[in-house]
């Protein structure tokens, strides 16, 4: 039985170009796909004079032409599609549990209106423990053709812990048929910049770098193993971890990132998370992990 990617609805063309990406990754994938509305009826939260049936016929005809859009991009794809009545954080956050994946829209980056994710994906985000990707809006109205562009990663931590970011990002490289590019960022550590002697040191044993370099060769080497047909660019820098992985994302491309599940509040994401989720070009998969 296939596996299935759920697209969260909202009635914007962030959403709608949410579900053409994720339709594109479902017939790619082999997997089913799901449309879904969560929805509350609150008469004071309405911007039009209605009543609740109203509200509810027209979700319901926005669904049923999501559907139809990608349904007509996508003849063979097997598309379902549901009015969830329930609070949207909740019932996107169980929607995730039961999928592959669940697809969000993203407004993306705005100098003026600030954070433009939206509170809704952003608790949804923190909570769940399935991958979550978050789509950029499409500029055109009409559903745009997806080339498979390069799959980044951004390898933060090293150790056993970062496994399901690294998995998640080779599997879908594997899928696509296209390289993988794994970034790792460095800084030099503020106790060298102080001590002269240890910076000596340092470059008597070729500098810090290839330290670096074999900190990510040792993290990638069991996924190399796993997934052999996978060409793999190890890309290491000095720099901001933010700026280094937001500078190798293209539009037509995938960003993978991680987030830790023991962290509280706004640290779940993490800085690196939080600034791809807000400035990169592309789509981001945001994947949970220890």
Do not use: N
């Not at 949410?18 to 609150?42: F, M, T």
């Not at 407004?107 to 985000?125: A, D, K």
């Not at 055109?140 to 090293?158: F, H, I, N, T």
């Not at 460095?186 to 670096?212: D, R």
């Amino acid at each position: 039985m296939p596996g299935t990617i759920t697209v969260g609805l909202d009635g914007t063309d962030h959403a709608l170009a949410a579900a053409d990406w994720a339709a594109h990754e479902a017939v790619r994938g082999g997997l089913d796909l799901r449309l879904v509305y969560a929805w509350v009826w609150r008469p004071t939260d309405t911007a039009y004079v209605g009543d609740r049936a109203a509200e509810e016929r027209v979700l319901r005809t926005m669904l049923s032409e999501a559907e139809s859009r990608v349904t007509a991009a996508h003849p063979t794809l097997s598309v379902s599609s549901e009015l969830v009545v329930e609070d949207p954080v909740p019932a996107l956050v169980a929607e995730a549990a039961r999928a592959e994946m669940l697809v969000l829209g993203s407004r993306g980056y705005g100098t003026l209106t600030g954070y433009l994710i939206g509170s809704v994906s952003l608790q949804v985000l923190r909570q769940t423990a399935r991958p979550v990707v978050m789509v950029r809006g499409a500029e055109q109205d009409a559903p745009a053709q997806q080339s498979a562009g390069e799959v980044v990663v951004g390898v933060q931590d090293a150790s056993e812990a970062a496994g399901p970011v690294l998995d998640f990002a080779f599997a879908a490289a594997a899928e696509r048929g296209t390289p993988l590019r794994a970034v790792y960022a460095w800084s030099i550590p503020t106790v060298l910049l102080w001590s002269p002697g240890s910076m000596w040191l340092a470059e008597q044993e070729g500098g810090l770098e290839p330290l670096h370099r074999q900190i990510l060769a040792d993290a990638l080497a069991p996924w190399r193993e796993k997934y052999p047909e996978v060409d793999v660019v190890e890309h290491v820098e000095a720099g901001s971890a933010a700026e280094v992985l937001l500078s190798h994302s293209s539009p037509d491309g995938l960003l993978v990132v991680g987030r830790r599940t023991h962290e509280a509040g706004l640290r779940r994401l993490g800085a690196v998370t939080h600034a791809a989720l807000h400035h990169a070009r592309c789509a981001v998969a945001v994947v949970p992990h220890a």
